[in-house]
């Protein structure tokens, strides 16, 4: 298995151009707020209420309304983008990533610039202690957001131990390893009940690429590119390297040999621990924070 090249991360709250404060006349004072709107994804299957618990406290907390619209995960990419290209931005925003979008508004003065708030020391508990998360999340050496702490471990392989001991099979080396346990996850009957019913991988819906899924991972095993490559001094797309198309190969027998779950294309990302806790399927690649809420979910 090839290295998987480090990617910085990047998720920020970005703060709509002017949407915090406003000015009284000519005295220059700040008015206080007595609202804001917040557009954040969420990863369940139900969002929460108007009314929830959790929304009222933190809106006792802040001492003004929060209005909080949900958004799901899978969905929240394009309502960005539907957003960011209409004139009524929320005052607060989930920003996943540095994409087209962002970058030109906040280019165009969209987004409050708060570079200077947070290096200004007044706010320690805003600022990452990580300079390169810093410069990941700014635009232009700009900071147009708080950051949001992710994993510095992103993508990780999660393998049931108990179907590799019942089969008598190691931890995977290399990429080949991979594909021979989720063969065997998938013919060889790993959880010993004598039916064939239990696949290797569990990929859930994922639309694009280079924006985190479990094929993209796959893809910078086998040497490509994160989106771009260099060639020769020059940035070209990944998906234009022989290595990308080795990859793309990898995992199309994946797919023909049923080595993966056959609702890969349409199953909600939201349900995504539910076969590896059922017993269907046995690998997922994702954030190394899934394998503690997967130990934590098989705990209880």
Same mark, same amino acid.
């Given at each position: 298995?090839?290295?998987?090249?480090?990617?910085?991360?990047?998720?920020?709250?970005?703060?709509g151009a002017l949407a915090l404060t406003s000015c009284s006349d000519g005295g220059g004072s700040e008015e206080p707020l007595e609202s804001l709107d917040i557009m954040a994804p969420f990863f369940s299957a139900v969002p929460p209420e108007e009314d929830d618990p959790i929304d009222k406290a933190l809106s006792?907390?802040?001492?003004?309304?929060l209005s909080v619209q949900w958004v799901p995960n899978s969905d929240y990419g394009a309502k960005t983008n539907t957003v960011l290209a209409g004139d009524d931005i929320p005052d607060v925003m %989930? +920003?996943?990533?540095?994409d087209q979008a962002f970058v030109q508004t906040a280019e165009a003065g969209g987004f409050w610039d708060l570079t200077d708030y947070l290096a200004s020391g007044d706010y320690p508990n805003l600022v990452t202690e990580n300079?390169?998360?810093?410069?990941?999340?700014? %635009?232009?050496?700009?900071v147009y957001g708080v950051y949001r702490a992710r994993d510095v471990i992103r993508?990780?392989? +999660?393998?049931?131990?108990?179907w590799l001991d019942n089969l008598g099979l190691a931890l995977p080396e290399t990429t080949d390893d991979l594909y021979e346990i989720a063969r065997a996850f998938?013919?060889?009957?790993?959880?010993?009940? =004598?039916?064939n019913d239990t696949y290797g991988m569990i990929n859930p819906a994922w639309? =694009? +690429? =280079?924006? =985190?899924?479990p094929y993209d991972a796959i893809e910078v095993w086998h040497g490509s590119g994160n989106l771009w490559s260099e060639e020769g001094g020059e940035l070209v797309p990944a998906f234009t390297t022989p290595e990308w198309t080795q990859a793309l190969q990898y995992e199309r027998d994946l797919v023909q040999n049923g080595y993966v779950n056959p609702d890969f294309a349409t199953?909600?990302?939201a349900t995504w621990n539910e076969p590896f806790l059922n017993g269907k399927g046995g690998i997922i690649i994702d954030v190394q924070s899934r394998a503690s809420e997967l130990a934590k979910l098989f705990k209880e």
């Open positions: 298995m090839k290295p998987v090249r480090k990617r910085i991360p990047l998720a920020v709250l970005a703060i006792d907390l802040a001492g003004l309304d %989930v +920003i996943q990533g540095k300079p390169e998360v810093q410069e990941a999340s700014s %635009v232009n050496g700009k993508h990780s392989v +999660i393998i049931r131990q108990d998938t013919e060889d009957d790993p959880d010993g009940n =004598g039916r639309g =694009g +690429i =280079g924006n =985190g899924s199953m909600d990302p």
